[in-house]
């Protein structure tokens, strides 16, 4: 017999991500600029360690290096766990469960005359006396929790999403921002540190160098954006929500989930619970193996036979029950008759010869 083959749940999920590691690894399929960032970091690591910090460690002092060690594997590290992980994307409603929301959504929108626009998908829920509207994904046919959006991108809906990142390779939402958020802070300090001591190294060395230029504008990138980041982790704010205006002034409608306070947002943000993932990426699917037709196997055990005594049909012999046919109440009329009651010859009367015979019609 062939064995049920195990599929692991992550290699049949929708939408546009691709796994590595047996679904341990779940990243966005354009990669090339989360490579781009790799190369960036490594290669001006590189240049500092090779051409900066050897002079450095002798003239000023050996813990300069070995700071810029630890910072860059810090960095790394933030770094592959923000593009490696699950930003929270939510699962796709089931077949089942997708025909009875539709049930539902039907049964409150009535009958829509033809020609006419069907009314917004969308519920309404509150939260700290504040309404919020939940819209209606048709892609993923669920209605997204509060604050989830679906990426174009990965073609998923990611709970508190913030925005899709290229230079991570990912989604940035619920489960990954507080990593992407040390991935800018830890990047924009070693860039600052890198900037720092190479502007040291040219002044003690009297020299030129294109490299203080390079770090010069890459600061102000880096830095701009663990700025903004900042900025929306005190406000408890996404990109995403801020982009859109969705808790502005201009629209009287505050936000709900802020708590008035920087330190309170903040620590929800940073320090809050981290969030499992409900996607079950490495779940077991069993799929039941191909039907085949094999040929019966014969028993090569014999039987056990049962013999009961009938009436024979051979003197002193027993017939089989499987054998016999059936015998009733009749079964006088199968039995053999008896020698006195076998019929002689002389009880019948002689046959007519042929010449006896007169055609009918003769007299």
Known sequence: MLAARVTRRWEKLPGKNTFCCDGRVMMARQKGVFYLTVALITGTCALFFGFECPYLAVHLSPAIPVFA??????????????????????????????????????????????????????????????????????????????????????????????????????????????????????????????????????????????????????????????????????????????????????????????????????????????????????GVMLEAPPATTTAPVKSTTPEPQTTKTTAPLIPNEHTPEDVKPSIDTTSDKTCPASEDEKPHLSQFPPLASPDTLEPAGAH
């Not at 006396?129 to 991108?153: D, E, G, M, W």
């Not at 958020?181 to 190479?198: A, N």
């Open 69 to 282: 060690v630890l910072l860059f594997l810090f960095v790394m590290a933030v770094l592959l766990r923000t593009s490696f992980s699950d930003p929270g994307v939510l699962p796709r409603a089931l077949p089942e469960e997708a025909t009875f929301i539709e049930m539902e959504i039907e049964a409150a929108n009535g009958n829509v005359p033809a020609g006419q626009r069907p009314p917004p998908r969308i519920r309404n829920v509150e939260i700290n006396n504040q309404i919020v509207k939940l819209k209606y994904c048709y892609t993923c046919k669920i209605f997204r929790p509060p604050r989830a959006s679906h990426c174009s991108i990965c073609d998923n809906c990611v709970d508190r999403f913030d925005h899709h990142c290229p230079w991570v390779g990912n989604c940035v939402g619920r489960r990954n921002y507080r990593y992407f958020y040390l991935f800018t802070l830890s990047l924009s300090l070693l860039t600052i540190y890198i900037f720092t001591f190479d502007i040291v190294h040219v002044v003690l060395r009297s020299m030129d160098s294109s490299f203080v230029l390079i770090c010069f504008f890459t600061l102000w990138s880096v830095v701009g954006l663990t700025g903004f980041h900042t900025y929306l982790i005190s406000m408890n704010q996404t990109t995403n929500e801020d982009i859109k205006g969705s808790w502005s002034g201009k629209n009287r409608v505050q936000n709900p989930y802020s708590h008035r306070n920087i330190i309170k947002n903040c620590c929800e943000v940073l320090c809050g619970p981290s969030y499992p993932s409900v996607l079950d990426r490495r």
